[in-house]
């Protein structure tokens, strides 16, 4: 008996950590513009709760889009924000000028 219903592999990032194939529907020669909660986490690789409390942050949101109920991120917008989030190597942070000026502060 063949189930009709099974759900079959997601082949959406069967190419590669954060590669995509693509869907009949998609352009050629990229991702879709536009992803939903559940397609943004699988390509970053993070939670979809993540990504909400990244889209609520009060401090430098995540762009979103809200159609209908469903969550969208510009795939572009998401990567332009990991961007401004890059961790810095402990040795560009100079550590005695950001204690000096949070101690400065409070003096």
Known sequence: MV???ATKPNPAFSEGI???AMPADNPPGGLREWLGLR???MYANVSERT???WIHSPRDPLPATRVRGKVLVRRSDFDRFLERHQVQPLAGIDVDR???EVVGQHR
């Open 3 to 5: 189930d009709h219903h």
């Open 18 to 20: 954060g590669q995509a």
């Open 39 to 41: 397609e943004l986490s």
């Open 51 to 53: 990504l909400r409390s």
């Open 98 to 100: 950001i204690v000096e």
